[in-house]
């Protein structure tokens, strides 16, 4: 498993109009299953569970959850078992994200929503534990602690590959962004992108995961650009993603990293950023969610395909 994915300057006319420098740093190219942030986040949590002797990992998840999908292919290509608690029913199963889990021999646990938000607490998670014994327990989004030395690593690469201004990412259960706010220790500018509606609490959640990190670093998260909720977005968003991808020939999802794009063109286009700033795009990877977005009808897979090598199930 590679560790260093390659920047790439993306042009667009409207960066080219407010005389912008725009990179994406291409970590969806880190590998075609266990991609962008998924690894970074494993990468620790793997070498934790090798270094204590853990018989294997539960985590938890949506439906479609990349992190899910990753997990069970890490299981497969690393040699330990896993366990999916997966919110909803048991059709889901059936689903694009979790027949490939299942193949790469995740054991599935569904459970209702309201059981789910359980899912932090200690007596829920001390019950998980005794059933699964020598397993270890990776919150949601496999964001803990372990999960920020890999991310930090992002910032390391960078720093070796330009010089910048901005990093952008998308931002869903916090964890890449604490790891890039430890990584870039306040030498840049940080913007993350909230996917789900309400995102405020984020800022706590990345607090809690960086408990020495004061509001005067040089990070914030905004919460406008979530396109009505978690995995909602209309067809004129869509329209202006796909646009995006044509001209820049970069593949995008509209969970995740696609709503940071949409959030990144309305940035420029309200000025915040000044001529000559120098911004580089996190792309998260997340690009199996496609399937399930198709499946769901929620856009057509023709006009959305998948990268190579995750066609095969
Ligand atoms: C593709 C993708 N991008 C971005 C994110 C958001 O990252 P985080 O949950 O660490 O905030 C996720 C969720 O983990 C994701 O799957």
């Known amino acids: ?20 420098t725009v990179d994406i740093k291409r ?14 986040k494993l990468k ?34 690393y040699g330990f078992a896993t366990v999916g608690v997966i919110r909803g029913e048991a059709h889901y199963a059936n689903n694009y994200s979790l027949q490939c889990a299942q193949k790469w021999g995740m054991e599935l646990k569904f459970i209702d929503r309201k059981s789910y938000r359980q899912k932090t607490e200690a007596s829920f998670l001390e019950q998980l534990q005794q059933q699964y014994r020598n397993y270890f327990i990776v ?9 920020l030395p890999g991310v930090a690593e992002v910032c390391q690469e ?3 590959q330009t010089n910048y201004d901005t990093l952008i990412t998308p931002v869903g259960s916090a964890g890449t962004l604490a790891g890039l706010i430890t990584g870039d220790n306040n030498q840049h500018q ?48 869509l329209a202006e993603l796909k646009a995006f991808s044509h001209i820049t020939g970069v593949p995008f999802e509209p969970i995740y990293s696609g709503k940071m794009i949409l959030a990144l063109l309305d940035l420029i286009k309200n000025n915040t950023f000044a001529p000559g700033h120098h911004i580089v795009l996190l792309h998260t990877g997340g ?6 977005l198709a499946e769901q009808n929620k856009l057509k897979a023709d006009e959305w395909p998948l990268p190579p090598g995750l066609q095969v199930l």
């Not at 880190?30 to 962008?36: E, R």
């Not at 690009?287 to 399930?292: D, K, P, R």
């Open 44 to 77: 620790y949590n793997i070498k934790h569970l090798q270094q204590h002797n853990y018989q294997g990992i539960v985590s938890f998840g949506g439906g479609y959850s990349n992190h899910i999908h990753a997990l069970a292919y890490a299981g497969h290509y």
């Open 27 to 40: 970590d969806d190219l880190l590998h075609p299953v266990i991609s962008g942030n998924k690894w970074r």
């Open 158 to 160: 960078l720093n070796q």
């Open 139 to 147: 919150p949601e989004g496999g964001s803990n602690q372990l999960a």
């Open 287 to 292: 690009l199996q969610g496609l399937a399930g």
């Open 1 to 20: 498993m590679t560790s260093h994915s390659p920047i790439q300057r993306i042009a667009h006319p409207l960066f080219e109009q407010y005389q912008l």
């Open 190 to 237: 940080l913007l993350g992108i909230a996917v789900l509606k309400q995102g405020e609490y984020l800022v706590d959640d990345v607090k809690q995961l960086i408990p020495n990190t004061g509001t005067d670093n040089n990070w914030q998260i905004l919460t406008q650009y979530h396109c009505g909720g978690y995995a909602k977005f209309s067809q004129q968003d």
